[in-house]
């Protein structure tokens, strides 16, 4: 399935979830995983960790529910590690430390994927290399990662790592739309824009690094809360489409992401569980999807037209 769930709004606004929260947790993943979902993504910062502790509180509710998912984690932000703002460190030194806490939260032994949740100027590939492989030879991570990087930068890690990148995370959706403005603007004047991110899908899928969309349903922008002029005319024809293809409109939000030949997997984050169910049939949508639907969605969301 080619749907995760996000985990960032399980947390609490405590360290130690209370039992209400653990129950809203408990509903939303179960639910997400009723309708097929099995990768779950976390990060060290999510709720400060209280979203890591609540999902290992729902797993102990669940005996034998670990065995069948795969749960990732990302580090390598520090909230408030700058003075007036955040930092990032993926030394050896924070990163195994990042991965020990995540372990003891979620109260699982080993994660199945390490993300790098942001570039850090100030280590190195080759460090990075290393602490991949101290991870891999303690048994506590079996695969690698990285999120909010573009093609250059990953070329850069890969130059020094003996170990796959196989996933890349991204914020990317009918609201985010760069990656894929990059690809279809060259040779126009708004390329410059996007510049920094060109060709980034097209590395990925050259080097079998899947992408993962954060972000797809926009926070329900086209599905009930638009926050301007542009979100309701996209909304208003994600309404038909949901219609014409007897779908929600979650499905074809996320529908329009899906069919992209990237083999995208789409991030869902909502913590209600009938939004949850009504992602359920995104990938039918996808397929079903004609192309002036498709292209219809992308110039309706960013408000004119194609060059």
Known sequence: MRLAYGCMGLGSATPTPKSDEVDRADAAVTTAYEIGIRLFDHADIYGGGSAETAFGQVLARHPGLREELEIQTKCGIVIGGAEGGNAYDLSQEHVLASVDGSLDRLGIDHVDRLLLHRPDPLTSPTAIADTFDALAAAGTVRAFGVSNMDAAQIAHLRTAVRRPVDVNQVELGLHHRDLLEAGVLVNHPDATAYAPVAGTLDYCADHAITVQAYGPL???????????????????????????????????????LLKHPSEIVAVIGTTDPGRIRACATAEQVAEAMTRDQWWSLWTAARGKPMP
């Not at 009930?224 to 219609?243: C, M, S």
């Not at 293809?245 to 074809?252: C, S």
């Open 218 to 256: 926009a926070q329900g922008r086209f599905t009930g809360q638009p926050r301007g002029a542009e979100d309701e005319a996209t909304a208003r024809l994600v309404d038909r489409y949901a219609t014409a293809l007897g779908a929600t409109p979650e499905a074809v939000v996320l529908g329009w």
